[in-house]
């Protein structure tokens, strides 16, 4: 997200509707056109790796991925042309470019009359398959390292990997979703303060908030455990 108080000093006396609302006022609303651009699988892993890592240059990800220099320069240059990612300005040489995420916050809303269409329907759900299964891939990789036991203890310790389920109201639902929100946008705002990374004591956390409707098994025939 592009915008948040300053947190670490004083408590923040706004409500959560309020700080989610701020938080999202400069977010970006994706058009087809670009969320069409970066559901390309090997884009939407470029800006996932320089979202999540920060900037490199088109040979360390091709590097990363698997993919030709030439690939990932190219698949570079179509993130850049729709907005999504930019050149790190004075750094790099005209043979070897920098690449970082662009800044604020992304939303993909998938509604409007261009969503409305068979085509536009495959668009938000090839993206969506593709981020769950680079986020799935992330935590996957975390429980690997843990069960290897080449994570530290004290940060598995201080670490969450927990699914609850509740019936709710939609109200619930809504106020729910505000507040886990506003608590990762204390955190968050506080870390975009940073431009790198502070110190070996620092390392860079993924927060997957998850809070989502299902279909009761009752309500697809399927009989409940007692």
Known sequence: ??????????????????????????????????????????????????????????TTLARQTGESTGSTSYHLRQLASHGLVQEVPDRGTARERWWRAASGALRVRGGGDEYETPSGGEVVRAFGSQWASLRAGSLERFHGRVIDRVEPERWVDASVDATSFAYLTLEELDALSAELGAVLEKYAGVARSREERPSTEHRRIEVQVLAFPTIDPRDEGVTADA
């Open 1 to 58: 997200m592009s915008t948040a108080p300053d947190t670490a000093h004083g408590q923040d006396s706004r409500g959560p509707d309020e700080v989610v609302a701020d938080a999202l006022e400069n977010a970006r609303d994706l058009d087809l056109a670009t969320l069409k651009a970066l559901s390309h699988p090997l884009r939407v892993r470029l800006w996932d790796l320089l979202v999540t890592a920060g900037p490199a240059t088109s």
